[in-house]
């Protein structure tokens, strides 16, 4: 039998990860790979001092890279649930952070990132680290791809967050029926915690990596002789749909970029007659950019 794949939705996966090896360590691509996007939602924006949160940092060293996109680290917000990474994150930034000059005469106060151990999925812990409508970029290197891996979740209703400021309870429907897809508890969260008009820049092997999101209309296969059907769609994905009392997701982000890039293919060894293998797929990433809409979203006062 295969061995079973490793757990990547589970909090134990990572903690034992970053605990026998807490080098740096980066998924799906280099630290630089996102800047094209960060630097196109930083000239967009007026805001003089906005906040940026980097969600699932792990032990990747976009967390230092970042600091190179904003005046004041202070407005860098690194978080993940493993402990051992945040921890990991906030002692390197302390040792590799330039001392002051031998000869200043005021000892000069080192600003740094925040660095929080948090679940993204859990209300009551990421509402704990962070504040609602205070982060104008979310940056998302592969955490998405993490998060869905983890299990579909019963939630109760109506939720913490709502579109509503009052709703009302139903007595019948105290919690989902169905569990529902972690990135469409993701996308409600995210948007509780941003401002109208922020940027997820997101980076994921996923070609479809976000089930709220409509996919563009179907590409029709080409017709093959004799067989196939020109309106077949090339690939489907039913959205998902959410119980009342839950932010519909997909009324909260809007997809307004979505980007390939290609992955370097492996230098093949050349073989005993000099021949290389030269017919590999191409493997690709993909950078989606969602914005957040007006819509607005409540954190519901608990009794
Ligand atoms: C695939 S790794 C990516 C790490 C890093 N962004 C990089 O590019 O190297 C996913 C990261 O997300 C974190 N993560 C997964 N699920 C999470 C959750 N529910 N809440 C917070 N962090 C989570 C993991 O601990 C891990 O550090």
């Known amino acids: 039998m295969p061995p079973a794949p490793p757990s990547f939705g589970s909090r134990e996966y990572w903690e034992k990860r970053f ?56 407005h860098i917000h690194n978080l993940d649930y493993s402990e051992v990474a945040i921890e990991v994150g906030r002692k390197r930034e302390r040792q590799t952070s330039k001392s002051p ?7 000069r106060s080192a600003s740094y990132m925040r660095w929080s151990a948090a679940n993204l999925l859990d209300y009551s812990s990421l509402l704990e680290a962070c504040k609602p409508s205070a982060y104008s970029i979310i940056v998302d290197k592969s955490t998405s791809d993490s998060i869905a891996c983890s299990e579909d979740l ?51 092997y996923s070609m479809d990596r976000y ?14 002789s004799g ?5 077949t769609p090339a690939y489907e994905s039913e959205p998902i749909p959410t119980p009342t009392g839950f932010p519909d997701p997909s009324t909260l982000w809007t997809l307004i970029g979505k980007y390939d890039i290609e992955v370097p293919q492996p230098q093949s060894p050349s073989g005993s ?21 007006n819509v607005k979203v409540f954190a519901r006062r608990e009794s």
Not at 101 to 107: G, I, L, N, V, Y
Not at 227 to 231: C, K, N, Q, V
């Open 273 to 293: 007659n000099g021949s290389t293998t030269t017919h590999r797929p191409k493997v690709m990433h993909w950078v989606y950019v969602l914005e957040r809409t």
């Open 227 to 231: 067989t196939g059907d020109a309106s």
């Open 154 to 204: 019963v939630v109760p209703l109506p939720y913490h967050i709502t579109a509503t400021p009052n709703p009302a309870s139903n007595p019948n429907l105290t919690e989902s029926p169905e569990p529902l897809h972690p990135l469409h508890i993701l996308g409600v969260h995210l948007a509780l915690l941003t401002k109208p008009k922020a940027r997820w820049i997101s980076l994921s």
């Open 211 to 224: 089930p709220f999101i409509p996919l563009p209309p179907p590409t029709p296969l080409p017709a093959r």
């Open 101 to 107: 000059p031998p000869d200043a005469q005021e000892p």
């Open 19 to 74: 605990t026998s090896n807490s080098n740096p360590f980066e998924w799906l691509e280099a630290p630089t790979a996102l800047d094209p996007y960060l630097v196109a939602a930083l000239k967009e924006t007026t805001e003089p001092e906005l906040e940026l949160l980097h969600i699932g940092c792990g032990t990747s060293l976009l967390s230092y890279h970042l600091r190179a996109h904003v005046p004041n680290p202070e």
